[in-house]
């Protein structure tokens, strides 16, 4: 799939590394502040409390 990415960018090998970084950069942010706060209620990590009974 990187190798599909890297064939599909356009350029000489400094322009496609430049915009081969600005995607990551790109999807790291839509992960970041997109995805991330999107799923956050559902993931079950998120109940910290522990649950001890007979107390």
Known sequence: ?????WRLL???VPVR???ALA???GAAAL???VVFP????Y?????GAVDV???
């Open 17 to 19: 590394l430049v915009l």
């Open 38 to 41: 999107w799923i956050d209620p």
């Open 1 to 5: 799939m990187y190798g599909l990415i």
């Open 10 to 12: 356009p350029g000489p």
């Open 53 to 55: 009974q007979g107390t």
């Open 31 to 33: 992960l970041w502040y």
């Open 23 to 25: 995607l990551i950069a």
């Open 43 to 47: 993931m079950p990590f998120n109940d």
